[in-house]
């Protein structure tokens, strides 16, 4: 079975400052592996995608990603937070586009000004 | 471009009420989900389908049907109501198979009230 971790509940950083967003998963098979973000009273939007290939992932908004298969990480990073990215971040992974989407319960990201 | 359509946005019922929670798509993607979304708990899968005739249960299906008898549509129905079932609901559509394009589109949500 498939099955996301997201150790932190919240991650507070300061404007400016890098931002790292961590995620582990658990699955048998090569992963889709997914970040998406939900804006307040929002539905979920789509940030970045790893499906194979370079193990380094550029998303929307200057996020990317790296995948690392030996500690089945798939970490979300910023170089440059903003007030604007405080948001829920969720991070997922299927096995194909014929499989359940299984999500993380979500990191709350705080960018203090 | 409308993406992923869901209705209401807002719903009040009463515990043993029965409502359907509509959900349309205009990508032409196969595959479609419901998820519920609930405080600490991230999203959990209700029901999905990878096509139309085609239904599976997730993690949570106790308490709700789903059909699939059109590649846009996947409503979810309540068959009756109980307070356990206030949440908000995710309906999400994305292509099938092993392709690149396999990231799923949501709609903007139904926020479902038991009283």
């Known amino acids: 079975a498939q099955s996301v971790a997201q150790p932190e509940d919240q991650v507070n950083v300061a404007e400016g400052n890098p931002l790292t967003v961590k995620c582990t998963y658990s699955?048998?098979?090569?992963?889709?592996l997914f970040w998406y973000v939900q804006y307040p009273n929002r539905g979920l939007q789509f940030l970045l995608k790893?499906?194979?290939?370079?193990?380094l992932v550029k998303g929307s908004y200057g996020f990317e990603a790296e995948f690392n298969k030996s500690q089945t990480s798939f970490h979300l990073k910023k170089p440059s937070a903003l007030v604007s990215d405080s948001a829920l971040y969720f991070c997922?992974?299927?096995?194909?586009?014929?499989?359940?989407?299984?999500f993380g319960k979500g990191t709350r990201l705080s960018v203090i000004a | 471009n409308a993406g992923v359509t869901q209705t209401p946005k807002f719903q009040v019922l009463k515990t043993g009420q029965s409502m359907t929670l509509q959900c349309a798509q205009d990508?032409?993607?196969?595959?479609m989900s419901w998820y519920r979304q609930d405080p600490g708990m991230g999203l959990r899968l209700i029901h999905y389908?990878?096509?139309?005739?085609?239904?599976d249960q997730g993690e949570v299906p106790n308490g709700y049907n789903v059909s699939r008898s059109t590649t846009e549509d996947f409503p979810l129905r309540l068959l009756s109501a109980a307070p356990s079932q206030t949440s908000v609901y995710f309906c999400?559509?994305?292509?099938?198979?092993?392709?690149?394009?396999?990231?799923?589109?949501f709609g903007q949500g139904t926020r479902l009230t038991v009283v």
């Open positions: 699955v048998s098979g090569n992963p889709y």
């Open positions: 997922a992974v299927r096995l194909s586009g014929n499989t359940p989407l299984v």
């Open positions: 990508m032409n993607h196969e595959y």
């Open positions: 999400a559509s994305s292509q099938t198979g092993y392709e690149t394009n396999t990231e799923a589109f």
């Open positions: 790893y499906i194979t290939g370079d193990n």
């Open positions: 389908s990878v096509g139309a005739g085609i239904t």
